[in-house]
């Protein structure tokens, strides 16, 4: 499979009272489980996520499904596990 390159900007995100305004959605800012994402981006002194607004509650159901470091995996038990490592391994090798 061919790879995707991730193109990811907040161009015209406005910061108001309520919070940074992306396409008359407010965002909320990542979390940890987003450390590594190449979709992760800074707006000011925060960063934010504009493939998704409120990566709290992605991350709440399990792992996020646009995450470009982690992915997850069925194992033998049925039990559905976080696999950061095969796609850091994965970039490395430029796959
Ligand atoms: S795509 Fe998912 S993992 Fe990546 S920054 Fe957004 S919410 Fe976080």
Known sequence: MAKKNVTVSLEGAVKTDAGLTY?????EPVVDQCEGCDRVVTFEDNTYCP????????????????????????????KVKVN????????ARGR
């Open 23 to 27: 396409k008359g959605v407010i965002m």
């Open 84 to 91: 950061p490592l095969k796609a850091s391994k994965r970039a």
């Open 51 to 78: 493939t998704y607004a409120q990566p709290s509650i992605k991350w709440s159901k399990g792992v996020c499904n646009f995450a470009t470091h982690a992915r997850a995996e069925v194992d033998k038990t049925g």
